[in-house]
């Protein structure tokens, strides 16, 4: 059974840094990495995309984070980094991992969420 496990949320003030990662685990050596990335939900919101990265290293960003927030990942390790950096109160969110593998065909899973909270 394949597992995203998030850690590096946390209580950060308007203009801090923090750094998320997420592992995953339970892929085997037959499930390849086709993507990860981290959306994010505000209380009463819809999930929403923040970054990705693919297994070829190509990213992409929501424009609300785009200069402030950098991904990469590992693929040897099969982990992925958020970088976040320059951050606001209307960055508060819960933050989920998304990883796609599978062998000719993807499926996607799911981390339990980190919360990140960006107040004075």
């Known amino acids: 059974q394949v597992q995203l496990v998030e850690s590096g949320g946390g209580l950060v003030q308007p203009g801090g840094s923090l750094r998320l990662s997420c592992a995953a685990s339970?892929?085997?050596?037959?499930?390849?990495?086709?993507?990860m990335g981290w959306y994010r939900q505000a209380p009463g919101k819809q999930r929403d995309l923040v970054a990705t990265i693919t297994g070829g290293g190509t990213t992409n960003y929501a424009d609300s984070v785009k200069g402030r927030f950098t991904i990469s990942g590992d693929n040897a390790k099969k982990t992925v980094y958020l970088q976040m950096n320059s951050l606001k109160p209307e960055d508060t969110a819960v933050y989920y991992c998304?990883?796609?593998?599978?062998?000719?065909?993807?499926?996607?899973?799911w981390g339990q969420g980190t919360q990140v909270t960006v107040s004075s």
């Open positions: 998304n990883g796609r593998f599978g062998t000719t065909v993807s499926y996607n899973y």
């Open positions: 339970g892929t085997g050596t037959a499930f390849r990495l086709y993507a």
